[in-house]
């Protein structure tokens, strides 16, 4: 049984900076793809970035060159540093794994659909 559990939320102002992690315990061996959804008030949920068991990431258009992911194995953790923080970055983040055909996690169609999800961290920009 896969367990994700996020921490690094908060709030900050505009322009500053958060790390969000991501630990995933259980049947971790059953993954290829982990990253980050956030969802707004009122919105859809959206995928952030995502990152393949290779290391190949990709990323939302508006959070290239702000935001990245990274993940360190030995600690079965994911990271998602978010720099230059902006009032519309304002969300809750999910971090979500799955196991998912070669490619389909950085191809930008992942939706995690049949996969595991955590319990959602809350980021506040203002």
């Known amino acids: 049984h896969v367990q994700l559990v996020e921490s690094g939320g908060g709030s900050v102002q505009p322009g500053g900076s958060l790390t969000l992690s991501c630990v995933v315990s259980g049947s971790t061996r059953s993954l290829n793809c982990m990253g980050w959804f956030r969802q707004a008030t009122g919105k859809e949920r959206e995928g952030v970035a995502a990152?393949?068991?290779?290391?190949?990431?990709i990323y939302l258009d508006s959070m290239k060159g702000r935001f990245t992911i990274s993940q360190e194995n030995a600690k079965n953790t994911v990271y998602l540093q978010m720099n230059q923080l902006k009032p519309e970055d304002t969300a809750m983040y999910f971090c979500?794994?799955?196991?998912?055909?070669?490619?389909?996690?950085?191809?930008?169609?992942?939706?995690?659909?049949?996969?595991?999800w955590g319990q959602g961290t809350q980021v506040t920009v203002s």
């Open positions: 979500a794994a799955g196991l998912v055909p070669s490619a389909a996690c950085t191809n930008g169609g992942w939706t995690n659909r049949d996969g595991r």
């Open positions: 990152i393949d068991s290779d290391g190949a990431s």
